[in-house]
């Protein structure tokens, strides 16, 4: 059974940053895509990082530049390095497998999440 427990999040300035973890258990990190996610109020949850087996990464527009995906093998770990929070970035994290055909459709079942609080 997968199952993901994040953690990390917490209040934090705008301008600030936070460092969020994702534990895994029940699949290897390190052989898969892996992605973080977030769900603002009132919002869909959307992708906004991802690494592949090989390392490659990709993020969503809105937080390139200033979110840093990565993962620690040794640990099966992921890892979301947030510098230069802004107040929209205040969301609901949590961590999954998305599908090939989509990101919006996922693997495995969701983990509690880390709420991200950005204040102006």
């Known amino acids: ?16 940053s936070l460092r969020l973890s994702c534990a895994a258990s029940g699949v290897t ?12 109020p009132g919002k869909q949850r959307e992708l906004v990082a991802r690494i592949n087996s090989g390392g490659r990464t ?23 390095q947030m510098n230069s929070l802004k107040p929209e970035d205040t969301a609901v994290y949590y961590c999954n497998r998305p ?12 983990g509690q999440g880390t709420l991200v609080t950005v204040s102006s």
Do not use: C, H
């Open 29 to 40: 990190l390190s052989i898969n895509t892996i992605g973080w996610y977030r769900q603002a």
């Open 1 to 16: 059974q997968v199952q993901f427990v994040e953690s990390g999040g917490g209040l934090v300035q705008a301008g600030g």
């Open 58 to 80: 990709t993020y969503a527009e809105s937080v390139k530049g200033r979110f840093t995906i990565s993962r620690d093998n040794a640990k099966n770990t992921m890892y979301l």
């Open 99 to 110: 599908a090939v055909v989509s990101p919006s459709i996922v693997l495995d079942a969701w």
